[in-house]
């Protein structure tokens, strides 16, 4: 199972760009990059999930370069709801198949007023 | 998304009791998993549940501590037997839901247990 690496805090500002970079050196061929954020006493919720290159969606861009090694969160324009923990994660696996998800630590993001 | 339910949300506990907790899905799904967060902690998986079969435990989880049922494609649920203090945790149930592209994981908003 691919481990990942990520900052354990991160601090920024209202209405700054965010970019969170996680390691994840033995990505599999068909896993993909899953992150999510977590509010205290809530379920992790869903962001972004991509294979490779750049995802987009209403909330998050994702980036992934061409070695699959690291993949960065890009949150742009945080506001202080955004404070909470990011986790990045590897291991959902093309349809047909699946690999269980084993949470790191997670990043800590602050933001302040 | 999908929308997955849990109960209950929170439970205040006595020691040496069982709670069981209940998953919800609002769509047929194969995987499911149960994860426990202790306060300030990381997400733990303890078992996949899949139907039709037995659940299958990771590490330092057991079948008689943490029994699972998976009746059907929409439902299971997590009993947490025997409760000590250690055991006060955020319960977590996720589903795995095929995106077409690719698997996506997602949560229920967790089940709050305080064992005194």
């Known amino acids: 199972l691919a481990k990942t690496t990520q900052p354990i805090s991160m601090d920024s500002y209202e209405g700054q760009e965010v970019n969170i970079t996680c390691s994840h050196n033995?990505?599999?061929?068909?896993?993909?990059i899953t992150w999510y954020q977590q509010f205290p006493s809530q379920g992790p919720r869903f962001i972004i999930q991509g294979y490779k290159t750049k995802v987009t969606n209403e909330v998050a861009s994702l980036f992934i370069p061409a070695d699959r090694k690291s993949s960065t969160l890009s949150l742009p324009r945080v506001s202080l709801s955004d404070t909470a923990v990011y986790y990045c994660?590897?291991?959902?696996?093309?349809?047909?198949?699946?690999?269980?998800?084993?949470f790191g630590a997670g990043t800590r993001l602050a933001v302040h007023p | 998304s999908a929308v997955i339910s849990q109960k209950p949300s929170r439970d205040i506990c006595q020691r040496g009791t069982s709670l069981t907790i209940q998953c919800q899905v609002d769509?047929?799904?194969?995987?499911m998993f149960w994860y426990r967060q202790q306060p300030g902690q990381s997400l733990t998986l303890i078992a996949t549940a899949n139907q039709g079969s037995e659940a299958t435990y990771e590490s330092g989880f057991v079948i008689d501590k943490f029994p699972i049922s998976r009746p059907n494609l929409t439902f299971s649920t997590l009993t947490v037997s025997n409760m000590s203090p250690e055991d006060s945790s955020i319960y977590l149930c996720s589903a795995v839901w095929d995106q077409g592209g690719g698997n996506t994981i997602y949560f229920g908003e967790g089940s709050w247990l305080t064992v005194v």
């Open positions: 994660l590897v291991g959902a696996a093309l349809s047909g198949g699946y690999n269980k998800l084993i």
């Open positions: 033995n990505i599999a061929t068909n896993d993909y």
């Open positions: 769509s047929q799904v194969t995987m």
